[in-house]
């Protein structure tokens, strides 16, 4: 199960959330989303467990507890589609031609 945090200090590491979601039960990854450019962290991360009680347990346990001086934001992450993220699948085009006519005015 793919678990989203959020909330987390800019001090949060990998580790530190390894850590955190560890006394629940086996973390396959546990990453915090840093910033491209700056290599700072966004405040939010993902937490892969596999077993799925591990993981509800951890949820129902860390959300809103406090790590590194911050009340986390856990629940299950859900795909981008449901997100409410868009997507562009290309441009989309203009009414190219000539077209259209009518409503001129005729005097």
Known sequence: MNIYVGNLSYNCADNDLQTAFSAYGTVRTAQVVKDRETGRSRGFG??????????????????????????????????????????????????????????????
Do not use: C, H, W
Request: proline fraction near 3%; hydrophobic fraction near 25%; avoid cysteine.
């Open 46 to 107: 993902f937490v892969e467990m596999d077993d799925q009680a591990e993981a509800e347990a951890a949820i129902r346990g860390l959300n809103g507890a406090d790590l590194l001086g911050r009340a986390l934001t856990v629940n299950q992450a859900k795909p981008p589609a449901e997100r409410g993220e868009r997507r562009s699948y290309g441009g989309g085009g203009g009414g190219g031609g000539y077209g259209g006519g009518g409503g001129g005015r005729r005097y």
